[in-house]
């Protein structure tokens, strides 16, 4: 099992900007894929992006690249997203998530990852 709990959500106005954290708790593992996605009203869960513990790559959505940084302290068992520039569609609840397999690519959707925090609501204002 993983235990995620997620910070750093509140209210800030357009073109700011805000950081999310991730603590992870449990069994995880250096291969092990972490993850954030997004869910605006009305709308599907979405990625955003993922990383590994260990390893120099990370992933992001088309729309948040160039924008989000996601990074990790694995001393921590953290792992962030910063946000930059943020626009009001950028608005919505954020989800922290791990993969529990072994052995399998970086996912981009939800059921992909078996473990999620509880959320954290990012409002962005015009």
């Known amino acids: 099992q993983v235990q995620l709990v997620e910070s750093g959500g509140g209210l800030v106005q357009a073109g700011e900007s805000l950081r999310l954290s991730c603590a992870a708790s449990?069994?995880?593992?250096?291969?092990?894929?972490m993850g954030w996605f997004r869910r605006a009203p009305g709308k599907e869960r979405e990625f955003v992006a993922a990383l590994r513990w260990r390893g120099p790559n990370t992933y992001y959505a088309d729309s948040v690249q160039g924008r989000f940084t996601m990074s990790r302290d694995n001393a921590k068992n953290t792992v962030y997203l910063h946000m930059n520039s943020l626009k009001p569609e950028d608005a919505a609840v954020y989800y922290c998530?791990?993969?529990?397999?072994?052995?399998?690519?970086?996912?981009?959707?939800?059921?992909?990852?078996?473990?999620w925090g509880q959320g954290t609501q990012v409002t962005v204002s015009s």
């Open positions: 449990g069994r995880t593992f250096s291969s092990q894929v």
């Open positions: 998530a791990a993969d529990s397999r072994v052995g399998y690519g970086v996912g981009t959707t939800e059921r992909e990852y078996g473990y």
